[in-house]
């Protein structure tokens, strides 16, 4: 499927040609201590790759309801329009002190989501880049502060997977079946390692795509399976040379079980690759539907899967949220399942005082949230760690980590335990 050239080097190359067997790999290592220490982080949702649900007023004030992704806001506006929200943003939506206050609430990676279109945009394609800068200046602030910094390729050219976060909301995903767009993504991760050579004690780990359609076919699996491959090389070799990175390469599970994944690039032929999870307890009316006790029992439940599969893994999106009643969240216009508004669900609930501001939350419901996330980051932590998805959120508290840090459902500390014995 792909179209090998001039964008991969020999090393590439020879990691995608003879992938199970032949690469003599020396053993990483990384600026972190993967495996042993754990990690502990928030992503930076929402900053320098667009999602309605995290900003609905830069949405909103469009005026313009046909405006659902960063494709359509680049399409359906004026681009001097566009551009200067997008900067007004990217310049006030996370600053320093947003680093300053990660560190000092004693977490240790930020996973930043960025799009292809910072790096290069084709014709017909209305993205509106700029946001690079500002991954370079997010590097700066981590290094400052102490803090490791993941790379997160979030949308890639044809969209990896359909949803609004990848740029581009579309019906059925476009990446894995154009060769072009592969290749493309494979010179932005290329591009990615690059720039971010001399900065491994920051930029620790990079996620060559995020989240991937799997649940869409073996077309996609198989894209993907060889994607991740060349994104080894590209990772792990981006000298030219023989020469080996101390990047760590995190690669997404596709949506499949993570027994699909065992033994796929594991040691010795291939070091310093992890697997990254997601794990959301609301995009189904199962999920939906269930109760406070059984969602806390649910993420106690994969303790075993997860502190048994054989690479490094790292849960790198969850939230203490339980609902998918956030505005937006399953894309703008779009209703919640909880509360009966999305089509073909079935009400569970109300949704008034389980997300948008904090001060509608009660005691009993701040409660749940501190035992399901000390549920969850316990069981994690058997695992490699965690990342949570979001630092913050216009509207959306119950998943915001700024937000529970003062609301108190979110330790100040992310070891203290109110509750060390919730899943037994």
Not at 6 to 24: C, E, I, N, R
Not at 229 to 249: C, H, K
Not at 268 to 285: E, K, L, R
Request: proline residues 5%; glycine residues 8%.
């Amino acid at each position: 499927m792909l179209s090998f050239g001039a964008l991969f080097s020999s090393a590439a190359l020879l990691a995608a040609a003879f992938a199970p067997t032949v690469l003599a790999d020396n053993p990483i290592n990384p600026s972190f201590n993967y495996g042993s220490a754990k990690v502990r982080g928030v992503n930076l949702g929402g900053w320098l790759v667009l999602e309605p649900w995290i900003t609905p007023s830069l949405f909103d004030n469009t005026g313009n309801p046909a405006i659902v992704d960063e494709w359509t806001f680049g399409q359906f506006q004026s681009r001097n329009t566009a551009l200067a929200k997008l900067q007004n943003h990217w310049n006030t939506w996370i600053t320093e002190q947003d680093f300053i206050d990660i560190a000092n609430a004693g977490l240790n990676h930020v996973r930043i989501p960025i799009g292809y279109w910072a790096f290069e945009t084709g014709p017909g394609e209305p993205y509106i880049p700029g946001q690079l800068p500002y991954l370079q200046q997010a590097v700066v602030w981590a290094r400052s502060h102490g803090l490791k910094v993941i790379v997160d390729l979030h949308g890639a050219p044809g969209s990896q997977n359909g949803f609004d976060n990848s740029g581009q909301r579309i019906s059925f995903p476009g990446w894995h079946s154009n060769s072009t767009n592969v290749a493309r993504t494979d010179a932005i991760i290329k591009r990615i390692a690059s720039l971010f050579i001399n900065d491994q004690d920051v930029v620790s780990v990079i996620a060559p795509l995020n989240e991937p359609a799997g649940f869409d076919g073996a077309d996609v699996l198989s894209t993907v399976r060889q994607y991740w491959y060349d994104s080894y090389g590209n990772i792990r070799f981006p000298y030219g040379t023989s020469q080996q990175s101390n990047t760590l390469v995190l690669l997404h599970d596709a949506f499949q079980p993570l027994s699909y994944w065992q033994g796929y690039q594991t040691a010795p032929n291939w070091q310093g690759v992890a697997m990254d999870t997601h794990i959301y307890q609301m995009f189904s009316q199962d999920e939906v539907s269930r109760s406070n006790q059984q969602h806390i029992q649910a993420a106690c439940n994969m303790a075993s899967s997860l502190s048994s599969f054989d690479l490094w893994l790292i849960v790198g999106e969850w939230t203490p949220a339980a609902t998918d009643c956030a505005k937006y969240l399953n894309g703008r216009g779009i209703g919640a399942r909880f509360d009966g508004s999305y089509t073909g669900s079935t009400r569970v609930g109300s949704c008034n005082g389980v997300t948008g501001s904090a001060s509608s939350f009660s005691p009993s419901y701040k409660t749940f949230l501190r035992q399901y996330w000390e549920a969850q980051t316990i069981t994690y932590e058997k695992a490699s760690g965690w990342i949570q998805w979001t630092w913050k959120a216009e509207n959306a508290d119950d998943w915001s980590y700024q937000a529970g840090l003062r609301g108190g459902w979110i330790p100040q500390n992310p070891t203290q335990r109110q509750y060390p014995n919730i899943c037994g």
